[in-house]
């Protein structure tokens, strides 16, 4: 009876993965790029633009992939005096991306900032307000090197404190890992979209990341999006990789 119950939720959930799946396109340049989406075509939805990308090509790389039809998220974890996030992000916005980053560190006021600059940017070019995404502690940090920044809480205390501090500042979303996001769920009471990095199918190699989980648990947990780089981009066949994920 249990299993019955937990094959029909993975079913259900593996059959909107395609919608709650980001590509980080962590490739050395566009030609890797257009390579990989040559291969993958439209068996992706939305793809992850960081600051490497974003630095070499800018907004005629956003351009280009909309063009192709992809959402974007870019990645680009803003974090400075709020004037100058809201600059940014009504810039940001006036591109036409789904969701974009920014620092949860950089405080309340830099968040309302950032959020009002987005919807300002929105307006203005008529895209929507994207989703804004505030970033939490770096999974590459831990408890010795917060203390180097002065934080004496434990990473799960300041994930926390982050997270809701952000979401009650008038961030729609979080970037957390998928180890986190049930707890984030059920301890903040506002709604926000969680998206979760560090996913990796069965006997993937881990890499460099340290607490990983599989798409579906992550999205049982309530991870509302997903975010793969190496297992996917990596791959010889990466849209066979994509099938194994969706349950095709
Ligand atoms: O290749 P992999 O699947 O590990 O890529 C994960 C992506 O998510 C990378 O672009 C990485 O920078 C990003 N990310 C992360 N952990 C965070 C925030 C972002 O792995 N806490």
Redesign the pocket.
């Known amino acids: 009876m249990l299993q019955e119950g937990n094959d029909k939720k993975n079913s259900l959930c593996k059959s909107s993965l395609k919608e709650k799946l980001i590509v ?3 490739l050395n340049d566009i030609d890797e790029v257009r390579e990989f989406l040559n291969k993958v075509g439209d068996n992706v939805k939305i793809l ?1 633009v ?1 600051m490497r990308l974003f630095t070499k090509y800018g907004p005629k790389f956003i351009k280009e992939l909309k063009e192709k039809g992809y959402e974007i998220f870019l ?1 680009m ?1 803003y974090h400075d005096i709020p004037n100058t996030v809201m600059t940014a992000c009504k810039e940001a916005a006036m591109l036409g991306i789904k969701m974009m ?1 920014i620092h949860a560190i950089g405080g309340s006021s830099m968040c309302k900032a950032a959020v009002e600059g987005a919807s300002v940017g929105a307006k203005i070019s008529g895209n929507s307000v994207p989703i804004i995404l505030g ?6 940090m831990d408890e010795e090197a917060l203390k180097e920044v002065g934080v004496e809480n434990t990473v799960e205390d300041e994930v926390l404190n982050l997270a809701k501090m952000v979401v009650e500042n008038g961030a729609t979303g979080i ?3 998928p180890l986190e996001v049930k707890k984030l769920k059920s301890s903040i009471k506002k709604e926000f979209v969680a998206i979760t ?4 199918l069965e006997n993937d190699s ?4 340290k607490r ?1 989980a599989t798409p579906e648990s992550a999205i049982l947990d309530g991870a509302d999006f997903l ?8 791959a010889s066949d990466p849209k066979s990789v994509l099938n194994k994920i969706y349950g095709n």
């Open positions: 980080a396109l962590d992850k960081g990645d974890k980053t970033v939490t502690v770096l999974t590459s970037v957390c890992s990095p560090g996913i990796r881990k890499d460099d990341q990983v975010v793969m780089g190496r297992s996917i981009y990596k």
